[in-house]
């Protein structure tokens, strides 16, 4: 890996999970509220979130899982010769799954991140996510059915525009492992996409 992409992926990396840290302690309040508890400029600094300032988000670990899971993709790709990245970054979200229900994933399932304890915290995961990738029961791969287009598959996906040249397919693809909906699906893609012309 370049210096240059290294560069990249820990800005990306960097700046979600800041963006994600400032936002999680109001993630859930009306603007009102906010404007209550912190005054009219809304949020501005860290506030505690989780127990603690700067804690990760939920979302800061499906980003994580998703750059693991396009790691080993390019190494098995490469190694190999073939691979399908959504099946393992699916791979990967089983993983991350693990971490949210408290239960060491199987040998099958093994990998650096899941090592780390503090990924093994439960920060407000979205139910969509949670109830796609368990009802696949460790079966890769497979389309979420559901018609959510929540934001879920988005949040995760900026890694995707640093480290694939088809950032829009694959952005597409990673989407539909948890959310079933077009317009989720699509917003991903360009997300995805918009990463890529960006990096």
């Known amino acids: 890996m370049s210096i240059l992409l290294a560069d990249r992926l820990r800005g990306i990396l960097l700046g979600g999970a800041v963006g994600d840290a400032l936002g999680a302690p109001v993630e859930f309040m009306k603007r009102s509220e906010i404007l209550l508890n ?14 603690r300032i700067g804690a990760i988000t939920d979302d800061t670990q499906m980003t994580l899982f998703t750059l693991e ?3 080993r993709a390019k190494v098995r ?21 693990a971490t949210q229900e408290g239960e060491r994933p199987s040998e099958e399932l093994s990998g650096w991140l899941v090592q780390q304890p503090q990924l093994w915290s439960r920060r407000a995961p979205g139910l969509t996510c949670l109830s796609a990738l368990s009802e696949k029961g460790g079966r890769f791969g497979l389309e979420a ?3 959510s287009k929540g934001a879920g598959c988005i949040m995760r996906v900026a890694p995707i525009g640093a480290l694939y040249a088809d950032a829009y397919r694959l952005g597409v ?13 699509v917003a991903t893609g360009w997300f995805s996409l918009f990463f890529a012309e960006l990096c």
Request: glycine share 12%.
């Open 173 to 185: 693809e990673t989407a539909a492992l948890t959310h079933g909906h077009t317009t989720g699906i």
């Open 145 to 147: 059915k559901n018609q």
């Open 38 to 51: 912190f005054g009219k400029r809304g949020i501005t600094e860290f506030a505690p979130a989780y127990g």
């Open 69 to 71: 899971g396009l790691m």
């Open 77 to 97: 790709a490469d190694s190999r010769g073939i691979c399908h990245p959504p099946s393992v970054i699916d791979a990967a979200y089983q993983r991350w799954l």
